[in-house]
């Protein structure tokens, strides 16, 4: 395994979540991305691995909050007031890309599996 996520789930509006990802690789980048049925994959969150950095989408700024333990080679994505047009599947992602491209899919060379998250 590379990268494995965790805590996805049944939502109602207003609720939180918290996603994890345990990942094996060595990269410079952190990312969760998400998808929704016949929509494109979305940059949600990104962080530099060891560092402080985080970036997010406009679309979940002030609601979802990534952070990291590097001890435990663990990536968090804590999701609050979540809303419906947050249902996806949630991904993990690792990879090296340059930080105006941070949440770019194709940036990305390792994924999980997926998360579903739905709100209703």
């Known amino acids: 395994w590379q990268l494995v996520e965790s805590g996805g789930g049944p939502v109602q509006p207003g609720g939180s979540l918290r996603l994890s990802c345990v990942y094996s690789?060595?990269?410079?980048?952190m990312a969760w991305f998400r998808q929704a049925p016949g929509k494109e994959r979305e940059g949600v969150a990104a962080?530099?691995?060891?560092?402080?950095?985080?970036y997010y989408a406009d679309s979940v700024k002030g609601r979802f909050t990534i952070s990291q333990d590097n001890a435990k080679n663990m990536v968090y994505l804590q999701m609050d007031s979540l809303k419906p047009e947050d249902t996806a599947m949630y991904y993990c992602?690792?990879?090296?890309?340059?930080?105006?491209?941070?949440?770019?899919?194709?940036?990305?060379?390792?994924w999980g599996q997926g998360t579903q998250v739905t709100v209703s």
């Open positions: 690789v060595s990269v410079y980048c």
């Open positions: 962080t530099h691995i060891g560092g402080s950095n985080a």
């Open positions: 992602a690792a990879g090296d890309p340059i930080e105006m491209r941070v949440l770019n899919s194709e940036e990305y060379n390792y």
